[in-house]
């Protein structure tokens, strides 16, 4: 369950789902790493989004984050239910494995991160459904709805564990907080993780595969062909696997198939000759001592018979 409907107070009332890291709305950030859920349910008023998703909106809307998830969890019938805000930048599967793995091997209610500062983020959390729903109707039944009533009331009432991870639980909060999230991705040890995800979900890919494999062949194919083989070819490989049907085994074996080919392209290039080849009559021909560069033999004496007329 994402909850997407905040006001963005202090983002100026910006439309904050639909702010870009790295080329994607920070809604389909966190959609992609939901790729494992049964269901996906969006609390806000509906949009597009880089996979479906189930739309549902509270009453009355922007009602606030208890009266989101209630409405929310109508939708859910799993017993976990992991329940997200919409503006985590560096949220990934396996943050979503993690939370799930520790709610299903712990007798918590409910398991959660910590950000940097030690502080809960009960909106990068895991929870049981059946206790998400006891606690909101007894918030109900003690207030007689569920608009306006901040989210520790429910979570302060939920048996906890908590999970400190300071980048998952990072949130663009401020347009500080948007200005960092966009400096990250682009670091030396996060740009290319950051670009591939991007544009397998402008293509529609749904598709892992070794990228160490990938950059080998382009720089064997740059080294021993020629520097424009290394994207042309990489190209190739992944149309060969596409064309089989294939996933990432078949990409890596088109790519073994190619390494081998640009490895034997750049043997010939260095391969010494035979050692019982013949020289090159012209290139390894030397002038003799009375300087013929051609014919082996001395140039006419004086006196003897005229040799070939130069001219003709």
Known sequence: MVLAGGAARRLGGADKPGLQVGGRALLDRVLGACGDAGTTVVVADPRPTARPVCWVREEPPGAGPVAALGAG???????AVVVLSADLPFLEVATVRRLLTALRSSGAEGVLLTDADGRDQPLVAAYRASALRRELAALADEHGSLTGLPLRRLTGALELTRVPDPVASFDCDTWDDLATARARIREHGHVLDEWISAVKDELGIDLDVDTGILLDLARDAAHGVARPAAPLTTFLVGYAAAQGKGGPEAVAEAARKAVALALRWADE??????????????????????????????ADAPGSAPGPDVAG
């Open 73 to 79: 969890l109508c939708r859910v019938t799993a017993e």
């Open 269 to 298: 290039d260095t391969a010494e000759a035979p050692s019982d080849a013949k020289p090159d009559a012209k290139r390894d021909a030397k002038p003799d001592a009375d300087g013929d560069p051609t014919s082996g033999r001395k």
